[in-house]
């Protein structure tokens, strides 16, 4: 499809998008074709008519150890962007069309810096709305200021359980939680071989990382596992020669863990290069990124929890079905805009890029209006489909904001070096391929 063809697309989703603020008890019309020459300052859409202009705020790891992901994330909201812009904002009742800008800094994948930058997202550039920066440290990180300050902040690239169960009331979460990345791979190898007992789980000593590894931790060992390594690496590690030693000594039957993309293809590449003999290896991030089979042989086999994957069949036919309000693209349309515009397929980064997008527009669309206690009140009773998946949020005091209707696929690249393929392997009503068992 083309770009013109998607506009036009994007018209027709706006316009959808009056159903569910009709469901939230909101009404809506058509918009404009064109965005408006001269937005006005920001502030509460209200008035009848006119144009008025919101500030998305957010940070992007343009270096880094996250850089990867996160700027295959900020891809994916910059296109949301765009297509909203393009097809003339989101139109509220009184027919103020709310236009999109935005405000961006590196925050060089630093803690200590995202909290400075989202303070001047705030206080200098008068951001109307947040999105968060890639990775759960540096989210947790920015919702400490988005709550501080009463900013709704939408987290994309952003998994850990524990920051939406801080009390926090403006941060709500578009990842399935981390607790559930590993616990599919887990229930992958018990579907495979009733027989494999040892599992080696190794990852990067990252907020993030630490909790999906606990989290499939004590999964396993609910499930019978017997847990034979259980081992963190520092950010940045490169060399893997002492823990490759101790899972080669423990004789795995399958090697969980990882961190980003880094890091969990250079520990894929070593352990093949090292002839480990495990029948799965399931590491976090890295797999499901295209490039991933760049590392040659070393990706062969490996599986990889997503978030999104071009393959699934979320649709607004499905939505329909489940009786879920439909937003968005549909799969194919945010495929071939997202591929056209930065020529390269997207992962599930860019996705939930573009998907955080549309839960915020959601939330504007459903609340008819850019008021902040307005949009947060929609948020709480969103229950939607996109492209992405289904959305819905805990809303209770303990855990407000975290996800609980999105669901994760797992990846395995297939094939032989060069033509190496990746392929839903699980949940088996996503499959596109039956898994390679044993790896090797």
Avoid at 308 to 323: D, G, I, M, R, Y
């Amino acid at each position: 499809m083309s770009r013109i063809g998607h506009v036009s697309r994007v018209v027709g989703v706006l316009l959808g998008a009056g159903v569910l603020a009709a469901c939230q008890g909101g009404a809506s019309t058509a918009p404009s074709t064109a965005a408006a020459s001269q937005p006005v300052a920001s502030g509460s859409a209200g008035g009848g008519g006119g144009t008025k202009s919101v500030v998305i705020g957010f940070t992007v790891a343009q270096t880094g150890a996250t850089n990867v992901e996160s700027v295959r994330q900020q891809h994916g909201l910059e296109l949301w962007m765009e297509d909203v812009n393009n097809a003339g904002g989101i139109r509220l009742s009184d027919g103020t069309s709310v236009m999109l800008s935005a405000k961006s800094y590196d925050d060089e994948s630093n803690t200590d810096r995202v909290q400075s930058l989202y303070t001047t997202l705030i206080n200098e550039d008068k951001a109307d709305f947040l999105i968060s920066p890639y990775s759960s440290g540096l989210a947790d990180a920015a919702a400490v200021i988005a709550e501080q300050n009463g900013k709704i902040m939408i987290t994309a690239g952003a998994a850990s359980d524990s920051t939406y169960m801080k009390g926090f009331t403006q941060v709500y979460q578009t990842y399935t939680p981390a607790s559930h990345y590993l616990t599919g791979a887990a229930d992958l190898l018990k579907s495979l071989d009733t027989s494999a007992q040892k599992i080696a789980i190794v990852h990067e000593n990252d907020k993030f990382s630490t909790d999906v590894a606990n989290a499939l931790t004590s999964y396993a060992t609910s499930e019978g596992y017997d847990i034979v390594v259980d081992e963190g690496y520092d950010t940045g590690t490169t060399d893997f020669a002492a823990f490759i030693n101790k899972i080669s000594a423990a004789s795995p039957d399958a090697i969980m863990g990882g961190g980003h993309f880094a890091d969990g293809s250079t520990f894929a590449k070593q352990l093949f290069e090292k002839g480990v003999n495990a029948k799965m290896i399931a590491l976090l991030v890295a797999p499901p990124e295209p490039t991933f089979a760049d590392i040659g042989d070393g990706a062969q086999g490996v599986v990889g929890p997503s978030q999104w994957e071009p393959t699934v069949k979320f649709s607004e036919a499905a939505a329909q079905s489940a009786n879920l309000t439909w937003i968005g693209p549909s799969v194919d349309e945010f495929v071939s805009s997202y591929m056209a515009k930065y020529n390269e397929e997207p992962s599930y980064h860019s996705a939930g890029g573009y998907a955080a997008g549309l839960i915020l527009q959601a939330g504007i669309q459903a609340a008819d209006s850019i008021d902040t206690a307005k949009v947060r009140q929609a948020l709480d009773g969103l229950d939607l489909m996109t492209f992405f998946g289904r959305t819905k949020f805990d809303i209770t005091a303990e855990s407000h904001g975290l996800q609980v209707a999105h669901d994760m696929v797992y990846i395995q690249w297939q094939g032989s070096s060069g033509s190496l393929e990746k392929q839903v392997v699980w949940p088996e009503a996503a499959q596109t391929a039956q898994p390679k068992y044993p790896l090797r």
